[in-house]
């Protein structure tokens, strides 16, 4: 398994809606085992789509401009090919995806959570988006214009990275913070 238990990876998921387009949208996701877990608001239209069909794709991309058109519901300059065994939509050049089946949803005041099993898993390449590895960069600019005031990053981080990088990234951040 290449996914780090502890890490949220930023990803974005196909599901087909109710007069069969497709539907693309960002969220964050947590990989463990065979297992994927997402916390779905409830006015997300994925989570209609996921809860109704039980099929998604999740897609690794690269390109943080894709999260905003995809938000944007601009999805007609976006090429896919079908996935192979839901032939739910996957983003051309994307790094990796997961097709998944809902095991699991459990309803909250205002969300979900939706515990899903990896059907197939193909892997193109292993860079995947995590927010922390951007908030290391920002970190590393403030520090060096001597602005100490990271605890938003670092919160970040916390949430979306492993216990063991979170606590070497605080050891670096000490140490760069008692050289200056
Ligand atoms: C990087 C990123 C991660 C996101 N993660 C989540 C998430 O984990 N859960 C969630 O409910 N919304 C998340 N969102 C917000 C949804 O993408 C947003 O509500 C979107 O409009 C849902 O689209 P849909 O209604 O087509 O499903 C995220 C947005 C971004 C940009």
Sequence with gaps: MIFKKGVLYECI?????????YNLAPFGVYIFKNN????????????KNVLRSRIFVINFVQDGILFLKVLAKEF?????????????????????YL??????????????FIKGKILSEKIFNKNFINRGNYMCIEIAIKLT???FNIEKELSI???????????????????IVKNR
């Design 13 to 21: 998921i196909s599901t087909k809606n109710e007069d069969s387009s």
């Design 99 to 112: 097709e998944c089946i809902m095991e699991e949803a459990k309803e909250y005041k205002d969300f979900y």
């Design 76 to 96: 007609n300059d976006i090429e896919t090919f079908p996935s192979e065994n839901f032939k739910l939509p996957v983003i051309k050049n994307c790094n990796a």
């Design 36 to 47: 994927v877990f997402l916390k779905m608001y409830k006015w997300s239209r994925t989570l």
């Design 145 to 147: 214009r001597r602005n």
């Design 157 to 175: 981080i916390k949430k979306t990275m492993d216990y063991n990088s979170f606590l070497q990234i605080k050891n670096y951040i000490s140490k």
